[in-house]
């Protein structure tokens, strides 16, 4: 993170980012000096991480509330009744968000609170949408309509957010996890899968290409297609 001690965020409230040996100031606008440093106390420690554990549940609140009002702005615009999904804050590493439907048939998103809160902003201008988007996109085109096609393009421009297919977030420190590739097979080509569904494929579960439509099958066959190593 950066130094700042503080800033406003999109609704105009400060987001509190506490440094060390830093002031904090009391109300915006209010000049204090930043060389003045706080009691080292076990009372000021934990008054700046209750501070902060507040500060990140409001952000999470604000963003599942605005998914839910993104949905029901489109599920009024082109008049079907979109289910409501799940929101969950517990993606990692460097994406932001992540849009899915479930077995079950249920809409599931899930956002990157780290991110969140380090761009509270931006990730509420474009990541909220960008993922909400997915959702619509899907109940209107079903399972084949492409990823950041049109459609999805069309459904940002009604949400007014820009139709940007990745963030340029600053993720300098977070934590990436890295999944080892399974070849799969269609009639077209061959797909890299990663081990989440290759395990949900050996727990049952089908997945179509959607350029032929035919299922992924296991190959043999080392893919060209290899990462080096």
């Not at 797909?191 to 296991?218: D, F, K, M, V, W």
Request: charged content about 25%; overall charge positive; glycine content about 10%.
């Amino acid at each position: 993170m950066g130094s700042k001690t503080g800033g406003k965020d999109g609704d105009g409230g400060v987001v509190i980012l506490l440094s060390p040996g830093r002031y904090l100031p009391d109300k915006v606008g209010t000049a204090h000096p930043t060389n003045l440093r706080m009691p080292k106390s076990r009372v000021g420690c934990a008054h700046q991480t209750t501070e902060l554990h507040h500060h990140g549940d409001e952000l999470r609140r604000r963003a599942e509330r605005l998914t839910h009002k993104l949905l029901a702005s489109a599920s009024g615009c082109f008049g079907v009744a979109l289910p409501v999904p799940r929101v969950r804050f517990d993606l990692r590493g460097r994406n932001a968000g992540q849009a899915r439907i479930t077995e079950k048939g249920d809409y599931l998103v899930r956002y990157n609170a780290h991110l969140l809160e380090r761009h509270p902003r931006a990730f509420l201008a474009q990541t909220v949408p960008h993922e909400t988007a997915h959702l619509v996109a899907y109940g209107l085109f079903g399972p084949r309509v492409p990823s950041h096609g049109q459609e999805w393009r069309a459904i940002m421009t009604i949400f007014g957010a820009p139709s940007e297919r990745c963030h340029s977030y600053d993720v300098d420190g977070l934590q990436t996890r890295h999944l080892h590739r399974y070849d799969y097979c269609c009639a077209c080509r061959i797909h890299r899968l990663t081990s989440i569904r290759h395990n949900r494929i050996q727990a049952g579960q089908t997945y179509h290409c959607r350029r032929c439509g035919q299922p992924l099958e296991r190959t043999k066959f080392r893919s060209i297609l290899q990462d080096p190593p």
